[in-house]
């Protein structure tokens, strides 16, 4: 019988080789590099929160690209990571109050970038992954008036579902660009997408 996923599966580990190659933790790093070439992503950047960071390569990416113009990078997860010289990273749930706290402390400041590849645990039904997903997103863009600068990036995993297109309607209210983008990078048969957000426009006191 032939298998006829060896197209993806080929393309899957090419750039699962690349990575052992070049020393990213994990392939996911074409990703970013993808939506931070196409979007210019990290263009006069200093500061970023990566989000659903572990095992680590989209702050490995984030360190190379930010280096030499002091740069601060705060990488969280729910799961422990390896240290990354150049990221300050921090442990625990994004929607905990506490860990938001830490966020902020330890940011200094406001992000010029937030970037996303969270993912909730799957359960194989599409519809209820795809609905955390989602939700895991819009809370992330609702701490976006406390932590990222006017005129700032915001670029984010989403399993794309039916509520996809409200999440859309709440990013376009905050930012004056917003698309949705699909690196080669990412397998067609995986439901993930990237919204990719420019230019921030609500603050907090709107
Ligand atoms: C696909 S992995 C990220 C891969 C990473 N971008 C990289 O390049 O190595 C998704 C991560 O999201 C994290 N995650 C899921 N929900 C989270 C939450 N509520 N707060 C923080 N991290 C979360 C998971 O623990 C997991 O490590």
Redesign the pocket.
């Known amino acids: 019988m032939p298998d006829n996923n060896w197209f993806k599966k080929r393309v899957n580990d090419t750039y699962l080789k690349k990575a052992h190659k070049e020393n990213y933790?994990?392939r996911?790093?074409y990703k970013?590099k993808e939506i931070v070439e196409k979007y210019d992503l990290f263009k006069n950047v200093h500061r970023v929160l990566?989000?659903?960071?572990?095992?680590?390569?989209?702050?490995q990416v984030a360190v190379e690209e930010l280096s030499g113009k002091s740069a601060k990078i705060v990488a969280?997860?729910?799961?422990p990571m390896e240290s990354i010289e150049g990221a300050i990273i921090i442990q625990?749930?994004?929607?905990d109050n506490k860990i938001q706290a830490e966020i902020t402390s330890a940011a200094g400041g406001l992000f010029e970038v937030i970037i996303s590849?969270?993912?909730?645990n799957t359960s194989g039904v599409h519809h209820a992954d795809s609905g955390n997903s989602i939700e895991?997103v819009a809370t992330l863009l609702k701490l976006s008036p406390f932590w990222l600068k006017p005129g700032g990036s915001f670029a984010a995993?989403v399993f794309e579902g039916p509520e996809y297109k409200d999440l859309q309607t709440i990013a376009k209210s905050m930012f004056e660009f917003v698309k949705s983008f699909k690196p080669k990078a990412s397998l067609s048969s995986s439901r993930e997408i990237y919204l990719v957000c420019k230019n921030f426009v609500q603050t907090k006191n709107k």
């Open positions: 933790r994990s996911a790093a970013l990566d989000a659903g960071a572990a095992p680590g390569s989209w702050t969280v997860d729910l799961i625990g749930d994004i929607r590849d969270m993912a909730p895991l995993k």
